[in-house]
């Protein structure tokens, strides 16, 4: 670095080491709290409840048209609603 003396380019570096030393102490942390979550991990969740919403939609054509068979127009919305918040619910995580 220009214009620097070796001590300033020296306590540089050490404030470096000194960030990323807390940084790595503050990770250990958040992993010993559990508030840490492994990327894998989390992809796998999404993965599952992405599959599980998927099937959830695709059955819903198959289970619906029984259920609004020679309904009224009030009764259908309330059932289609029912259907697709608990889908809804299902990506939200409210159910397992």
């Known amino acids: 670095m220009r214009g620097m003396s070796s001590i300033d380019e020296l306590n ?7 960030r990323i030393k807390a ?3 503050e990770l250990k942390l958040e992993i010993l709290r559990g508030e840490y979550v492994r990327k894998a991990d989390a992809q796998k969740d999404y993965d599952d ?6 099937k959830k939609l695709l059955a ?7 259920q609004l068979e020679m309904k009224k127009a009030g009764i259908i ?13 299902e990506l939200a995580g409210d159910k397992p």
């Not at 540089?12 to 000194?18: D, G, I, K």
């Not at 409840?49 to 998927?54: D, F, M, T, Y």
């Open 23 to 25: 940084d790595k102490e």
């Open 60 to 66: 819903l054509e198959g289970r619906l048209p029984v």
């Open 12 to 18: 540089q570096e050490r404030a470096r080491y000194t």
């Open 77 to 89: 919305s309330e059932i289609l609603h029912d259907a697709i918040y608990e889908v809804l619910s």
């Open 49 to 54: 409840k992405a599959g599980n919403v998927r």
